[in-house]
């Protein structure tokens, strides 16, 4: 499974982006697929998350109101609708594929088998 993240960029307080993360290779071995982001000097943080179907979905208190997750299955592709962003969501932001073949979801990073190379966000005050 290979995953590519596109869509960040530098945006004022207030903004919007949109993310997207499309998935090739072995699509059919995903199930739940997660967004995280790590700011600079920072652990690597959970964001949000969407179950294989795309009917259950899972935020971060920090974003959740703000964000919104979806999935596009016929496309193999995932998205973060991120509204009323905040300097404090300055991070790069990655996607990540659960390939353990359970229902659940998971806001663990161990849980994701891959991941892709990331989609810095830049806002600004």
């Known amino acids: 499974v290979q995953l590519q993240a596109s869509g960040g960029g530098l945006v004022q307080a207030g903004g919007s982006l949109r993310l997207s993360c499309a998935a090739s290779?072995?699509?059919?071995?995903?199930?739940?697929m997660g967004w995280f982001r790590q700011a600079p000097g920072k652990e690597r943080e959970f964001v949000a998350a969407?179950?294989?179907?795309?009917?259950?979905?899972y935020y971060a208190d920090v974003v959740k109101g703000r964000f919104t997750i979806s999935r596009d299955n016929a496309k193999n592709t995932v998205y973060l609708q991120t509204n009323s962003l905040k300097p404090e969501d300055t991070a790069v932001y990655y996607c990540?594929?659960?390939?353990?073949?359970?229902?659940?979801?998971?806001?663990?990073?161990?849980?994701?088998?891959?991941w892709g190379q990331g989609t810095q966000v830049t806002v600004s005050s």
């Open positions: 990540a594929a659960d390939t353990r073949g359970i229902a659940t979801m998971s806001l663990f990073a161990y849980a994701y088998s891959y």
């Open positions: 290779g072995r699509t059919f071995s995903i199930y739940a």
């Open positions: 969407i179950n294989r179907s795309g009917g259950s979905t």
